[in-house]
């Protein structure tokens, strides 16, 4: 099945600068793949997603980059805020429906 | 007010016993799903359902049980087999089915705690 790996499990870094978190997958027929933010003590809500006809994606500050040969997917948000503290999810579909989650990335926004 | 709803948000429980946890959704959603979420180990899916009358496994669904006997609910029992079972639920529906997947709308969680 599909496996997800995702890195790193925390980050911190400085008001203004960016922030990058990878995935890599391991199914080749995934197609879909969901960023979720997950603030302390909320419910985890999608931020972006990319499907895989595309090689990139960008909302505002956040974009999604993905290498379909290499099976990895990133995240990078620029120009960071104190509200962009939180836990950053990745996934992948595995089949019809079926989200398979990366561990997850706790990113840390320092003023 | 449209969203899913889960109950209890806290729930404390006895080794031996079972409990259900219960997901409602107003959304028309088709699918509907339950993760398990520890420190450190993402979510990782134990059932979904992507119609009524219908669920699969997923990847922890040992010591757990589902139903989906109705399109807008979605209870997951906690058996007393589940070796470990503290630890914060969350359900999750999609508006969509097949091929094409939908985002993810979760409920605020619940958090079982066995004593």
């Known amino acids: 099945g599909e496996n997800v790996e995702q890195h790193p499990s925390t980050l911190s870094v400085q008001e203004g600068d960016s922030a990058a978190i990878k995935c890599t997958y391991s199914?080749?027929?995934?197609?879909?793949f969901p960023w979720y933010k997950q603030e302390l003590g909320k419910r985890p809500q999608l931020i972006i997603d990319?499907?895989?006809?595309?090689g990139e994606k960008k909302d505002q500050r956040i974009a999604v980059t993905l290498n379909k040969t290499a099976k990895h997917f990133s995240l990078h948000i620029t120009e960071t805020q104190p509200e962009d503290s939180a836990v950053y999810f990745c996934?992948?579909?595995?089949?019809?429906?079926?989200?398979?989650f990366g561990q997850g990335t706790r990113l840390t926004i320092n003023p | 007010d449209g969203g899913i709803t889960q109950s209890p948000k806290y729930l404390f429980r006895k080794e031996g016993q079972n409990v259900t946890l219960s997901c409602e959704q107003n959304?028309?959603?088709?699918?509907m799903y339950w993760y398990r979420q520890d420190p450190g180990q993402g979510l990782r899916l134990i059932y979904y359902?992507?119609?009524?009358?219908?669920?699969q496994k997923g990847d922890i669904a040992e010591g757990y049980s589902v139903s989906r006997e109705k399109k807008e609910s979605f209870p997951l029992t906690v058996t007393s087999a589940q070796k470990n079972p503290t630890a914060f639920y969350l359900c999750?529906?999609?508006?969509?089915?097949?091929?094409?997947?939908?985002?993810?709308?979760f409920g605020e969680g619940s958090r079982l705690t066995v004593l």
């Open positions: 990319i499907r895989s006809n595309v």
């Open positions: 959304l028309n959603h088709d699918a």
């Open positions: 199914d080749s027929a995934s197609n879909y």
């Open positions: 996934a992948a579909i595995q089949g019809a429906q079926k989200l398979v």
């Open positions: 359902s992507q119609i009524v009358n219908d669920f």
């Open positions: 999750a529906s999609s508006p969509r089915t097949g091929g094409d997947t939908g985002e993810l709308f």
